[in-house]
């Protein structure tokens, strides 16, 4: 997968776009299945654009069955619902990546990954991590669907190297309905059975307008 990401102004006051900035922005596209690549049960679009000092990410998400518990940053949101945004600066595949994921409640969770043999049994995620000066909202829209927004400043991956105006990138949402099987919903499908996101050399390519 590949996108140019375009260049935007977020507002001063919150690090964030509005929403006449969002609807200017096309999609990255519909997530899909991270298995196989089919279209999941519950759709989920991508914006990404790319401002002065951060990268700004909008999940638009049809669900169902909206929920969330766990209410402390750094919580595991993967255990329940959640999107989430794997990135690394340059064109590389990465060996060390951050993972940045946001529940419906709006809680956050920030890590540095590890994981040069693309290995869970090798991988090391480094919860104590912090991307300083990240910024994240949800919505709720009706009783069926939501949004989440990102704003990740690009100081927050200077450990990592320089960027050169290219980025490897991963963009997912975990859907877990009541009573039904849990959705794993990929922009770069990885392939992996049972489903697994860690696997860097899947991930898409980004660049700057």
Same mark, same amino acid.
């Given at each position: 997968?590949?996108?140019?990401?375009?260049?935007?102004?977020?507002?001063?006051?919150?690090?964030?776009?509005?929403?006449?900035?969002?609807?200017?922005?096309?999609?990255?596209?519909?997530?899909?299945?991270?298995?196989?690549?089919?279209?999941?049960?519950?759709?989920?679009?991508?914006?990404?654009?790319?401002?002065?000092?951060?990268?700004?990410?909008?999940?638009?998400?049809?669900? #169902?069955?909206?929920?969330?518990?766990?209410?402390?940053?750094?919580? @595991?949101?993967?255990?329940?619902?959640?999107?989430?945004?794997?990135?690394?600066?340059?064109?590389?595949? @990465?060996? #060390?990546?951050?993972?940045?994921?946001?529940? /419906?409640?709006?809680?956050? =969770?920030?890590?540095?990954?590890?994981? @040069?043999?693309?290995?869970?049994?090798?991988?090391?995620?480094?919860?104590?991590?912090?991307?300083?000066?990240?910024?994240?909202r949800t919505?709720?829209?009706?009783?069926?669907?939501?949004?989440?927004?990102?704003?990740? /400043?690009?100081?927050?991956?200077?450990?990592?190297?320089?960027?050169?105006?290219?980025? #490897?990138?991963? =963009?997912? #949402?975990?859907?877990?309905p009541h009573?039904?099987?849990?959705?794993?919903?990929?922009?770069? /499908?990885?392939?992996?059975?049972? @489903?697994? =996101?860690?696997?860097?050399?899947? =991930?898409?390519?980004?660049?700057?307008?």
């Amino acid at each position: 997968m590949n996108a140019v990401l375009p260049r935007v102004e977020p507002d001063r006051a919150t690090g964030l776009l509005d929403l006449r900035a969002w609807a200017a922005i096309a999609p990255l596209g519909a997530l899909v299945d991270a298995r196989d690549g089919r279209p999941p049960r519950d759709r989920t679009i991508v914006r990404a654009a790319a401002g002065p000092v951060g990268l700004h990410v909008l999940f638009e998400c049809e669900d #169902r069955d909206v929920w969330a518990t766990h209410a402390r940053r750094d919580a @595991p949101l993967w255990e329940e619902e959640a999107v989430e945004v794997f990135l690394a600066p340059g064109a590389r595949d @990465p060996d #060390r990546y951050v993972e940045i994921e946001i529940s /419906p409640a709006g809680v956050l =969770f920030d890590a540095l990954v590890s994981n @040069p043999d693309a290995r869970r049994a090798t991988m090391r995620v480094d919860t104590s991590w912090t991307a300083a000066g990240l910024v994240g909202r949800t919505c709720r829209h009706g009783r069926a669907s939501w949004s989440a927004e990102l704003s990740i /400043p690009w100081r927050s991956l200077g450990e990592l190297g320089e960027a050169g105006g290219a980025w #490897r990138a991963n =963009f997912y #949402r975990i859907e877990r309905p009541h009573g039904e099987a849990a959705e794993y919903s990929a922009w770069s /499908p990885t392939g992996a059975d049972p @489903p697994d =996101f860690h696997k860097p050399a899947r =991930f898409g390519h980004l660049v700057a307008s």
